[in-house]
């Protein structure tokens, strides 16, 4: 009886090591954020913003926001931009100099949020921040169309806020574009396995990380972008990279919505890293997908 009552105390211990060695697996320490929020930072100085583009702040609905007007504006549109990192790092210091560029080449005036980040602010602070935005703008802007665009866990954000739209039966955006987009909080698709080796900047065990911020203390399938379901769709435009570790998460959100939006249209760019214009806007491969987006705005406009 006592070695049965050892063996059960022994079995115990170890299970709770284990659980408690997996949980510790999923943390990031306060100084880990810290220094991975500066590196990412850091990659705004990467190039230099385009000078011709004039950049604004604004409070819209709340929310500070970052506007980016070209020198030759469609005044027929704007768009809502929600940038990546994770759903915890980045912000304008990231991603200014990419909207110049993009705001450049799309003659699009670029509206840009500064939702709250994980793990101060989890689920659904970002996505209340970027849906009240959106709400404000479409208040003020009816003669206007309203495109969102965003990267990687930008994308989660605006897809989920498009559920709250849904929900509340507010109308959704004239067109979405996606780039890079991290839609399955599960991190469980065949991608991971298969581009483990070819992708050179996000690894699943990083995700799991970031994802745990991001959910806090909510249930993970009301969390995941992947699990909405939408009757209707707005026209999209999808991008990413073959070797992405990511690069299910585009095909599953495309094959989905082929079924409600027949303008659906999934890119995939060779020898691409994850978001690869933030990194390098002077790349053909940057250049093809700014393009693609400008006439994307154009066909959506008209």
């Not at 604004?58 to 931009?81: A, D, Q, W």
């Not at 890119?267 to 994850?274: D, M, P, R």
């Amino acid at each position: 009886m006592k070695k049965l009552i050892l063996l059960i105390i022994i079995i115990t211990t170890v299970s709770c090591a284990v659980k408690k060695t997996k949980k510790m697996d999923k943390i990031i320490s306060t100084e880990e954020l810290k220094s991975t929020r500066e590196f990412f930072n850091g990659l705004g100085k990467i190039y230099k913003p385009d000078v011709e583009v004039q950049q604004g702040q604004e409070i819209i609905s709340g929310i500070v926001c970052y506007s980016f007007t070209p020198p030759n504006i469609n005044n027929k549109r704007l768009v809502l931009y929600a940038h990546g990192g994770s759903f915890a790092l980045g912000g304008i210091e990231s991603h200014k100099a990419m909207m110049t560029h993009l705001a450049k080449t799309t003659q699009t005036k670029i509206i840009f949020v500064e939702y709250a980040l994980a793990p101060e602010n989890p689920f659904p602070n970002g996505v209340n921040d970027f849906f009240e935005v959106y709400k404000g703008l479409k208040s003020k802007n009816e003669n206007k169309k309203i495109f969102v665009c965003g990267d990687s866990a930008g994308c989660g954000i605006i897809l989920s806020s498009m559920g709250k739209l849904q929900n509340k039966k507010i109308q959704k955006p004239n067109g979405v574009i996606f780039i890079s987009p991290w839609l399955n909080l599960y991190c469980n698709s065949e991608s991971y396995f298969f581009n483990k080796e070819n992708d050179p900047i996000i690894k699943k065990e990083e995700l799991v990380k970031y994802a745990n911020l991001y959910i806090g203390n909510s249930d993970l399938k009301n969390v995941s972008p992947s699990n909405l379901s939408f009757p209707s769709f707005p026209p999209n435009l999808v991008a990413v990279g073959k070797n992405e570790v990511l690069l299910q998460d585009s095909k599953d959100f495309n094959k989905k919505l082929k079924n409600v939006q027949s303008k659906s249209f999934l890119l995939e760019f060779e020898n691409v890293t994850h978001v690869w214009p933030l990194t390098d806007i002077n790349s053909k491969s940057t250049k093809s997908l700014f393009t693609e987006i400008s006439n994307f705005l154009d066909n959506e406009t008209n």
